[in-house]
């Protein structure tokens, strides 16, 4: 079987700490002692589950600075989940985007900044 590209395994884990952290943040809203359960039974599925994305994103790379940078996305994935969720309604679009923009730049020249010898 084939490895799947780094930025596969990294991209999974970045999805899966955003879904880790923004289910903590649910844990404080939970009314009952069912709803505490289901998300402490997430928070820590998400976080075995992002850390075995991590290792094999680790393993396929020789730059584990392009996983980390990669990881940083779980913000984007909380903000989402905070607008979807929790209706934060109160953003600057235009300054989301821009930092977006930052991140992915940041990401290409981390990529081209190095080269591996053989």
Do not use: D
Request: charged fraction near 10%.
């Amino acid at each position: 079987m084939a490895q799947l590209p780094y930025y596969v395994y990294a991209i999974a884990a970045s999805l899966i700490v955003g879904v880790h952290l923004f289910t903590m943040k649910m844990v404080s809203f939970s009314q009952t002692v069912s709803e505490k359960q289901m998300y402490i039974a997430v928070t820590t599925i998400s976080l075995l589950l992002s850390r075995w994305c991590i290792y094999k994103a680790m393993e396929a790379t020789s730059n584990p600075t392009l996983v980390h940078v990669i990881l940083n996305l779980s913000i984007f994935v909380t903000f989402f989940a905070s607008i979807l969720f929790l209706k934060l309604s109160q953003f600057h679009f235009y300054k989301f985007l821009f930092g977006l923009f930052l991140v992915v730049a940041g990401l290409a020249c981390i990529q081209n900044s190095y080269t591996v010898k053989s």
